[in-house]
T-cell receptor, first 107, second 116 residues
Framework: AQRVTQPEKLLSVFKGAPVELKCNYSYSGSPELFWYVQYSRQRLQLLLRHISRESIKGFTADLNKGETSFHLKKPFAQEEDSAMYYC?????????FGKGNQVVVIP | DADVTQTPRNRITKTGKRIMLECSQTKGHDRMYWYRQDPGLGLRLIYYSFDVKDINKGEISDGYSVSRQAQAKFSLSLESAIPNQTALYFCATSDSKRGGSNTEAFFGQGTRLTVV
């Protein structure tokens, strides 16, 4: 069974400080990894996925198969980054989500 | 724009009542999912459907049932609602024919259900 672990529930950072959200996954096959973001009172939306290896809104995430991790990083947090972030692993034709990280960026 | 639409957006119901949450999509995706979101628990999969004739239980299907009336519609029912089913419910879709990824999900706006 797939499992996604996001250890921190709440992360508070000052504007301009770096942000790192940890994500570890367990899946025996070759998973697809995603980060989803949910801004206040909005639907979940895809932030980025490991396949595309892109930077979105200044966020990046690198898949480390040896450590089974897909940590999300941004060097300088902005106030608009305050949101709920979910790591997700795709495999067996469905997504498994972590419990989420609430990020609060302090002005 | 192609979208995933959930109705109602908010609902308060009494314990023991039957309630149906509806989801429709104009994305032309074949796969549809129902999740519930609870604080501290993240999103948990209730049911999923790969096509009209394919319905599968997720990790927390007890107390719920679903109906895939058409490729574009996937309804979630609570036959006899109980207070611990109070949650935010999300419908999602994905496309098995999408090149490069068949698990990327597109979400509806959510239905906030309160069972009193």
């Amino acid at each position: 069974a797939q499992r996604v672990t996001q250890p921190e529930k709440l992360l508070s950072v000052f504007k301009g400080a770096p942000v790192e959200l940890k994500c570890n996954y367990s899946y025996s096959g070759s998973p697809e990894l995603f980060w989803y973001v949910q801004y206040s009172r909005q639907r979940l939306q895809l932030l980025l996925r490991h396949i595309s290896r892109e930077s979105i809104k200044g966020f990046t995430a690198d898949l480390n198969k040896g450590e089974t991790s897909f940590h999300l990083k941004k060097p300088f947090a902005q106030e608009e980054d305050s949101a709920m972030y979910y790591c997700a692993s795709g495999g067996n034709n469905r997504l498994a989500f972590g419990k989420g990280n609430q990020v609060v960026v302090i002005p | 724009d192609a979208d995933v639409t959930q109705t109602p957006r908010n609902r308060i119901t009494k314990t023991g009542k039957r309630i149906m949450l509806e989801c429709s999509q104009t994305k032309g995706h074949d796969r549809m999912y129902w999740y519930r979101q609870d604080p501290g628990l993240g999103l948990r999969l209730i049911y999923y459907s790969f096509d009209v004739k394919d319905i599968n239980k997720g990790e927390i299907s007890d107390g719920y049932s679903v109906s895939r009336q058409a490729q574009a519609k996937f309804s979630l029912s609570l036959e006899s609602a109980i207070p611990n089913q109070t949650a935010l419910y999300f419908c999602a879709t994905s496309d098995s024919k999408r090149g490069g990824s068949n698990t990327e999900a597109f979400f509806g706006q959510g239905t906030r259900l309160t069972v009193v």
